[in-house]
């Protein structure tokens, strides 16, 4: 996926810190941050959108909540409270068409979502 950007920061082109990494995801601090904790877990495999997820992707999507799980334990917001969320198609204000997962916390978020 050559004009993908996740694709490129997932493979290490774009000078990104990672806070995470292994075979599967990298995980990054989001660009333009919308809770004190904002990270982007994002598999290395390019699936555009919820709606391209595959039965044989059942493992990569376990994989990433272990990582969240993980991740928030590592922000100290397991206890507090946090939200995992992946935004999908124009109505889900998906802006990225590469699968990712915003872990959010830090303070209180808001329900329903805007
Ligand atoms: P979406 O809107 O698709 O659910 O989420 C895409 C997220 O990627 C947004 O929260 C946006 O701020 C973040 N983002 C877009 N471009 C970059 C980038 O170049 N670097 C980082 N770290 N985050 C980005
Ligand atoms: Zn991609």
Redesign the pocket.
């Given at each position: 996926m050559e004009d993908c950007?996740f694709c490129k920061?997932s493979a290490g082109e774009?000078d990104?810190d990672f806070v995470y990494q292994d075979d599967q995801v990298v995980v990054?601090?989001?660009?333009?941050p919308?809770a004190p904790v904002?990270l982007?877990i994002v598999p290395k495999k390019h699936i555009a959108d919820l709606n391209n997820l595959q039965p044989a992707d059942n493992e990569l999507i376990g994989h990433i909540y272990q990582v969240a799980k993980k991740m928030a334990a590592e922000y100290d917001i397991a206890e507090s409270g946090y939200r995992l969320v992946?935004?999908c198609g124009d109505d889900g204000?998906?802006?990225?068409y590469h699968i990712?997962f915003?872990l959010l916390g830090g303070r209180k978020l808001q329900w329903p979502p805007g």
């Open positions: 950007l920061i774009m990104t990054f601090e989001d660009i333009n919308q904002h982007l992946s935004n204000c998906q802006s990225v990712h915003h």
